[in-house]
């Protein structure tokens, strides 16, 4: 089965750093690479996703790298501010099967102010 | 929409105890999910359903069972409660064919087995 491996597991940046967070996997069949974010006390809600056929994506500060043939994708916060401080999950699936996505032991970032 | 709901928020149980957590998710969701959630561990899929009548073990579903009765509906039922299994449980939902989307996820429920 896919076996996803998350790094660090704790970041601590300084408000207006960049942070970064990267995540392999070990199936070459996944497709679909979410991430999420969980707040204290939430449950976890997706930030961003990139599928197999792009390289990256962009949301304002935040943007997803995938290399498919390193098998590794990250995740870039820019401008890091105090709210993004939370737990980040990078997760790996196989898009069109009935396989269940793989998280990764998860991030926390901690934005100092 | 009120998205996916868990009730409830927080319960204590004695050892041996049984209990049902409650799950539901008012976006016609095909796919459903338990997750337990562990310090440091990321979340561990419990069993998931991928429609009503059809459900399947994940990763950690001794001591669990499920029932999915309808589509906005998939309770969680604890038969024995042991130690091991304090956690925060997060009930999900997402829609597709078959994986490749977003899931949604309740708020949790925080269980103490004592």
């Known amino acids: 089965g896919e076996n996803v491996e998350q790094h660090p597991s704790t970041l601590s940046v300084q408000e207006g750093d960049s942070a970064v967070i990267k995540c392999t996997y070990s199936?070459?069949?996944?497709?679909?690479f979410p991430w999420y974010k969980q707040e204290l006390g939430k449950g976890p809600q997706l930030i961003i996703d990139?599928?197999?056929?792009?390289g990256e994506k962009k949301d304002q500060r935040i943007a997803v790298t995938l290399n498919k043939t390193a098998k590794h994708f990250s995740l870039h916060i820019t401008e890091t501010q105090p709210e993004d401080s939370a737990v980040y999950f990078c997760?790996?699936?196989?898009?069109?099967?009935?396989?269940?996505?793989?998280f990764g032991r998860g991030t926390s970032l901690i934005v100092h102010p | 929409n009120a998205g996916v709901t868990q009730t409830p928020k927080f319960r204590i149980l004695k050892i041996g105890q049984s209990m049902t957590l409650q799950c539901a998710q008012d976006?016609?969701?095909?796919?459903m999910y338990w997750y337990r959630q562990d310090p440091g561990m990321g979340l561990k899929l419990i069993y998931y359903s991928v429609g009503a009548g059809i459900t399947d073990k994940g990763e950690v579903p001794n001591g669990y069972n499920v029932s999915r009765s309808t589509t906005e509906d998939f309770p969680l039922r604890l038969e024995l409660a042991a130690p091991s299994q304090t956690s925060v449980y997060f009930c999900?939902?997402?829609w597709g064919e078959g994986g490749g989307e977003t899931q949604y996820f309740g708020p949790g429920t925080r269980l103490l087995v004592l």
């Open positions: 976006m016609n969701h095909n796919y």
């Open positions: 199936d070459s069949a996944s497709n679909y």
């Open positions: 997760a790996a699936e196989l898009s069109g099967g009935s396989y269940i996505p793989t």
């Open positions: 990139i599928r197999s056929n792009v």
């Open positions: 999900a939902s997402s």
